[in-house]
Antibody, heavy 117, light 108 residues
Framework: EVQLVESGGLVVQPGGSLRLSCAASGFTFHDYTMHWVRQIPGKSLEWVSLITLDGGSTFYAETVRGRFTISRDNSRNIVFLQMNSLTTEDSALYYC??????????WGQGTLVTVSS | EVVMTQSPATLSVSPGERATLSCRASHGVSDWVAWYQQRPGQAPRLLIYGASTGAPGVPARFSGSGSGTDFTLTISGLQSEDIAVYYCLEYNTWPPKGTFGQGTKVEL
């Protein structure tokens, strides 16, 4: 069974930094592209970033490019999202997700990031 | 950038009835559309991909159709556990540009 468990969500001040982690199990981690998607409670979903199976390519939404960095450790089956220069507009539930054949097919339960002074 | 527009925003359906949800793409996306179900307090769950292929374990009452710009998710015989928000996503664009629809809330 595929499991994705996010952690690292906290309350942080504007301008601060945070690193999210996602521990994966139940599948061959290094064979799959991984994503981060966020959701403001009560609102729709916003794709944030992806990293290809070997970590060789990364992509970002315009809203986070230059501030967020995605990475992965295939030896530990973990994907990370380093978030810098946070603003209140980054407050959201952050989901880690697995891709199969270009479609996101599994999601974690999310970790909540709150940016507030 | 492709914009996905879902309608209606809210759909009220009686148990056992059919629910029809629509999603329109601003540009043609072939059949690269997925549908997700998000129950209250839960993460999204993949229902349909490739516009019409059911994901593993998804009940047969969920079906998808469409191609190009117009897509439909049908729930035949609504059950109480189907109360959720449903999102469409186009993945013709890769890497993705965050093109989820705004969601349709299905309520009893």
């Amino acid at each position: 069974e595929v499991q994705l468990v996010e952690s690292g969500g906290l309350v942080v001040q504007p301008g601060g930094s945070l690193r999210l982690s996602c521990a994966a199990s139940g599948f061959t981690f290094h064979d799959y592209t991984m994503h981060w998607v966020r959701q403001i409670p009560g609102k729709s979903l916003e794709w944030v970033s992806l990293i290809t199976l070997d970590g060789g390519s990364t992509f970002y939404a315009e809203t986070v490019r230059g501030r967020f960095t995605i990475s992965r450790d295939n030896s530990r089956n973990i994907v990370f999202l380093q978030m810098n220069s946070l603003t209140t507009e980054d407050s959201a539930l952050y989901y880690c997700a697995k891709e199969k054949g270009r479609v996101i097919d599994h999601w974690g339960q999310g970790t909540l990031v709150t940016v507030s002074s | 950038e492709v914009v996905m527009t879902q309608s209606p925003a809210t759909l009220s359906v009686s148990p056992g009835e059919r629910a029809t949800l629509s999603c329109r793409a601003s540009h043609g996306v072939s059949d690269w559309v997925a549908w997700y179900q998000q129950r209250p307090g839960q993460a999204p769950r993949l229902l349909i991909y490739g516009a019409s292929t059911g994901a593993p374990g998804v009940p047969a009452r969920f079906s998808g159709s469409g191609s190009g710009t117009d897509f439909t998710l049908t729930i035949s015989g609504l059950q109480s556990e189907d109360i959720a928000v449903y999102y469409c996503l186009e993945y013709n664009t890769w890497p993705p540009k965050g093109t989820f629809g705004q969601g349709t809330k299905v309520e009893l």
